[in-house]
Every structure is written in structure tokens, then in C-alpha cells.
């Protein structure tokens, strides 16, 4: 590819075969600690800390590299107590109407309720919104392949934190609408996951799950 075009040599760490297995290994190991906590500390968390996070996940790959997400970053505990009470509003009317038996039997083991108090305990949440389209000079441009590449982003994000040390968990209240009007977000954004971030309590606690195992989730043509 010529470099006249807009292009640039890509550049990459150079490891051995024996160096890629022990970073895979080290990887898997360090992902398969990770899991979704509810029991979250107030020990505060640098600033400078979430943003390097966010500038991870802004580092996804993305339909045509239109990069089509925000991510609203809130410490404010006035705006972080307005947003566990519409949160709360609508997983009420959820856990109390609108989840089938099928879905509250499926939760049970998880020892979900309507109750997020998560919400004002961590120190910070991201709130992350898809871009379905642009303005551009007062015209609609769209955006491609969203929700894969945001949900790409969010993984990224997630793994971020995990690797940082601290811990998270997806929420997702439905609707969602109440996070658009609370923060303010123009209309070419839509609500896709909230993420509390912070530390966990020294006696956090989480429900005993199992991973299905690599024949479970893996197809192979050798």
C-alpha cells in the first residue's frame, strides 16, 4: 500500500512464539478473574485513571472508523442520585411487571433486585451512548455498523478497568431514555450501557458462577 495514499507503516510489538503464548495465558488468566460486582467501595478513584480508560475503549475498531460513541463520565453526586432514582423507577416497574417468570427465574441465582444502590456508592459512571448518525453542515450522515462497534468499545472498556484494578459491572435499566434527558445528550445519541466503576468492598461478595469450557464455546476446522 502506498504511503501517498493517506497511509502510514504499521508498526507492532515483535514477540516470540513463547512470548505471545505466555501473554495469552496471562491474559486468559487475568479475564477469567474478572466478574460483574454490585458491592462497591467510596475510596475515590483518580480522574486521570477513568480518562485512560475511556481513551482504551476509544481505541475500538468501528464501521468505516466513524468512531460512533460517547462516553459521559459522571462524579457529581447530585447528578449520580438523580440517575439511581430513574434507574430505580424503571427496574421496579420491571422486576414488578414487565420481566417474564422465565427472566426472573433466570436472575434469581444472580440475587438481582430493583435496588441499585451502586449507582451513588461508586465513585464514578460512564454512561455510554451510540451515535446512530452525524450532523455535518445541518445534513443526517449516518453511521455504520453501531451497535457492533460501540458493544466492541464497551468490551474494551470493561477490560480496561478489570486490568486496572478496579471493577464494574453492565447495567442496563430499560428503557433508558431518562439517562439521555439527565445528561443532556442530543438527539442523534441513544443510551447503550451504564457502567459504575470503582473499587470493590473488602468483603464484596459474588455469586458462585461457572464458565462454560472451551469445547463449549469454540467450533473447530483444523
Known amino acids: 500500500m502506498s504511503e501517498d495514499k493517506g497511509f502510514i ?10 512470548e505471545s503464548r505466555q501473554k495469552a495465558t496471562d491474559q ?3 479475564a477469567n478473574m474478572r466478574r460483574s460486582v454490585r458491592d462497591f467501595s467510596d475510596k475515590p478513584v483518580p480522574f486521570e485513571l477513568i480518562k485512560d480508560l475511556v481513551m482504551t475503549a476509544g481505541t475500538a475498531p468501528s464501521g468505516a472508523h466513524k468512531q460512533p460513541w460517547t462516553f459521559s463520565i459522571v462524579g457529581n453526586s447530585e447528578v449520580k442520585s438523580e440517575i439511581r432514582k430513574a434507574a430505580e423507577k424503571e427496574e421496579y416497574e420491571s422486576y414488578n411487571g414487565r420481566m417474564s417468570e422465565k427472566w426472573l427465574q433466570d436472575l434469581a441465582p444472580i440475587g438481582t433486585d430493583w435496588h441499585k444502590p451502586f449507582l451513588e456508592t461508586a465513585p464514578w459512571l460512564i454512561i455510554v451512548f451510540k451515535r446512530p448518525f452525524e450532523y455535518v453542515d445541518g445534513e443526517k ?5 453501531v451497535n457492533e462497534s460501540v458493544g466492541i468499545a464497551c468490551g474494551m472498556l470493561i477490560n480496561a478497568i478489570h486490568n486496572a484494578g478496579l471493577t464494574t459491572l453492565t447495567h442496563t435499566p430499560s428503557p433508558m431514555n431518562f439517562l ?3 445528561l443532556k445528550r442530543p438527539d442523534n445519541e441513544r443510551p447503550y450501557l451504564l457502567l459504575p466503576v470503582g473499587y470493590p468492598t473488602d468483603n464484596a461478595m459474588v455469586p458462585d ?7 463449549e464455546i469454540a467450533d ?3
Open 180 to 182: 439521555s434527558k439527565i
Open 141 to 145: 450522515w449516518q453511521n455504520y455498523y
Open 28 to 30: 486468559y488468566q487475568l
Open 209 to 215: 458462577l461457572k464458565r462454560k469450557s472451551f469445547d
Open 220 to 222: 473447530l476446522h483444523l
Open 9 to 18: 507503516p504499521y508498526t507492532a510489538r515483535r514477540l516470540t512464539e513463547e
